[in-house]
């Protein structure tokens, strides 16, 4: 069946909650489809992801949330499926920040939401990409507590999206990294996305702590975004070194073990690394100028390559 790839939220963590903008890429170096299970050849893996499926039918219509969908899904196909060996194989890492539940939510979506006869006409509409973001958004809250929808969009058109914090445009595919490089920083730990979620929601609950989120974090947010898809990389280093401080500043318990340590160091030697997505574990992003090299000791990959 049709894959789905993992995403990476570049820019927009927390913020895109409260209106900031926020660029998302598609991460094909890993993916995930629903399958079939040969028969005989049922596996613990196959067995979890059945039944992490049927806990989400069930989840959809405890709170009867078709009724919210502006598309539907068929739920009794997606249980006779269920019944037939249906699963979700798939190599993204868990809780890892790469959109895991976002790339299952796309695949469900596509073969069992009720879109499909209306798409042409759909795909003519400026508010096309806004019906799928609320759709996911559903979808996803079963994962998360609460979803913004982005990770399952980027999963489903599998292309770059810039969201503006009012529409949702579609950028150039080829991202303008000029003078730089960007590397995942692999922390080797796990976190659950709703903890740190909750954890940030509470926060904004302090007049104090909103006002400089608005006054810094935001900002600096959405004027990197604009520097990167110009390719303005001395300005976009400018913000980008100020929105890797007030991560550090505010969101200490988001980087796992040592690599607050490691983070505080890298951004003092002029390479800024920040959160990928909630945080708390999974990869980190480290902004890497031509000439300049991260640590030996911290396992990364380039992307891209």
Known sequence: MKKFNAKLLLFGEYGLMFGAKALAIPFPRFNGSLEFAEEGADT????????????????????RLNAKMNFPLNLDDVKADLGKGLYFRSDIPLQYGVGSSGALCAAIYDRYGHF??????LRNKKNFLKVLKEDFSEMEAYFHGK???FDPLV???????????????????????????????????????????????KKMEDP??????????LPANDQSIRYFLDGNTDDFFKQLKLLCRFQLDHFPNMFPGSFLDFAKNSLAHNLPVKLLGSGGGGFLLAFVRDGLQLPGNVKSFKLGS
């Open 116 to 121: 499909h006869e209306d798409l042409g006409e």
């Open 147 to 149: 979803s913004s929808g």
């Open 208 to 217: 104090g702590f909103e006002k400089q989120f608005n006054d810094e974090f």
């Open 44 to 63: 613990e893996e196959m067995k979890t992801s059945r039944m992490e499926i049927e806990r989400f039918v069930s989840y959809f219509l405890h709170h």
């Open 155 to 201: 999963s489903f058109i599998n292309h770059s999206v810039l969201y503006d914090g009012k529409a949702i445009h579609l950028t150039e595919s080829k991202l303008k990294m000029k003078g730089f490089s960007i590397f995942l920083v692999d922390t080797e730990t796990e976190s659950l996305t709703a903890p740190m979620v909750n954890s940030f929601i």
